[in-house]
C-alpha cells in the first residue's frame, strides 16, 4: 500500500497540541578552506564530480556539458575547470539545480556569466531570489543569489530536456526535501540524480520550515522506487553512489517509520517524544544517530496535519 491514498489529514483532528522543543537541527558544514580537489568517477555515460561540496554530474555534448548541481561558491571555478577538462568541452551549456540549497547552487553566478542556461524547479527560483531568514538545514540567514545566478529556465511538474544524444527526463517531489526538489533520470546510461531526498551516508534533514514534511519525503521514495531499476546508479545530494535496491530499501525504511509516527501522534507524543523512543535504532549503524531526522520527521507531520 502506497503513501498517496492512506492516510486522511481528519485522523488528526483529535490530536491535541503538542510544543515544539529546541532541539538544535545541524547546519551544513562550513566550505573547506584552500583550493578544492575534485575527484571524478566514470558512470558509464556521464562523470560524477565530487570535492566541490555536493555531488555533481556531468553529460557532453557538441553544445558543450551539461551539469547537475554546482557545488558551494568557492569551490566553482576548479569544479567547472575539471567539468570542462573530463568532458573535453569549452562550456557549461546546462546547469540544473536539484533544489536551492548552496551546495547545489554555487557554480550558478558563474555559468550564468558565461551564458549558460539554469534550470531548476520554480520554487527553487523563488528561493534563491529572496533572503531566506529561517530553515531546518541552515544555521545562519542565506542571501539571495545575484540576478545573473538564479534560474533562466524553471520546470513546475515533470517532463524531459532536450539534449544532444541523450533523453533527460526530469521529475518535480513535492515537499521531500526543500519545497522545491526535482530528479534527473538519464536512462540511456541508467544513471539517477536525486538530490538531497536519498542519502547513503547519513540522514538527509527535511527543511520543515520551508514547505518539506515526512509525508513528502515518502512519497518522492516511493516514486523514485518505480524509476530505478536494481542496478541503477543513484547519486545522492553528497556521499557514495547507490543503487536502485537501496532505493527501494529506504522506501520501505520510510513507510515503516510513516506508519510507526502516525501512532506516536494518535497517542498525543510530541518531537521529543520521538526521538526518545528511536524508532530508527535499528539504521543507527549505518546512518548515524537519528535524533535530528526523527525530530524533524514528527514536527513537519505536526506542521503538515493542521485540522481543517
Keep these: 500500500m502506497t503513501f498517496s491514498n492512506r492516510f486522511s489529514r481528519r485522523i488528526f483532528l483529535q ?9 538544535l537541527l545541524p547546519a551544513f558544514a562550513n566550505a573547506r578552506q584552500g583550493a578544492a580537489r575534485i575527484t571524478t568517477t566514470d558512470l558509464a555515460g556521464a562523470t560524477l564530480f565530487q570535492g566541490a561540496g555536493g555531488n555533481v554530474v556531468a553529460l557532453v555534448s557538441p553544445e558543450g556539458a551539461l551539469m547537475i548541481d554546482g557545488g558551494r561558491a568557492a569551490n566553482a571555478d576548479a ?23 548552496p551546495d547545489q547552487t554555487g557554480a550558478n553566478e558563474a555559468v550564468g556569466k558565461a551564458g549558460g542556461v539554469i534550470i ?22 542565506l542571501a539571495p ?15 524531459t530536456l532536450d539534449f544532444p544524444g ?5 521529475g518535480y517531489m513535492p515537499a521531500a526535501h526543500t519545497d522545491g526538489d526535482i530528479y534527473i533520470h538519464l536512462p540511456k546510461v541508467n544513471v539517477l540524480a536525486a538530490g538531497g531526498v536519498v542519502s547513503a551516508e547519513n540522514w538527509p534533514l527535511l527543511d520543515w520550515k520551508n514547505g518539506a514534511w515526512f509525508g513528502g519525503r515518502v512519497r518522492a521514495l ?7 531499476k536494481p542496478d541503477t546508479k543513484v547519486v545522492p545530494a553528497d556521499g557514495r553512489v547507490m543503487t536502485g535496491a537501496e532505493i527501494v530499501t529506504q522506501r520501505d525504511m520510510y513507510q515503516k517509520l510513516f506508519s510507526t509516527m502516525i501512532g506516536y501522534l494518535n497517542m498525543g507524543l510530541g518531537p521529543e517524544d520521538a526521538v526518545q523512543r528511536r524508532p530508527l535504532k535499528a539504521y543507527e549503524g549505518q546512518y548515524g544517530d537519528s535524533s535530528a531526522f526523527t525530530y524533524g520527521a514528527l514536527r513537519s507531520m505536526m506542521i503538515a496535519y493542521v485540522p481543517d
Excluded at 490530536?15 to 532541539?23: D, P, Q, R, S
Excluded at 541523450?166 to 526530469?170: A, D, G, H, R, S
Excluded at 516511493?222 to 530505478?228: P, R, S, Y
Design 145 to 159: 543569489l545575484p540576478e545573473i545566478a538564479r534560474p533562466t529556465k524553471t520546470v513546475r511538474l515533470d517532463g
Design 15 to 23: 490530536i491535541g497540541a503538542v510544543a515544539a522543543g529546541g532541539v
Design 79 to 101: 569544479l567547472i575547470a575539471a567539468v570542462k577538462s573530463a568532458t573535453r568541452t569549452t562550456r557549461i551549456h546546462t546547469l540544473v539545480n536539484t533544489h536551492w540549497h
Design 120 to 141: 531548476a524547479h520554480e520554487k527553487t527560483k523563488t528561493a534563491l531570489s529572496h533572503t531566506i531568514y529561517s530553515s531546518a538545514i541552515l544555521t545562519t540567514r
Design 222 to 228: 516511493e516514486h523514485l522506487a518505480k524509476i530505478v
Design 166 to 170: 541523450q533523453t533527460v527526463e526530469y
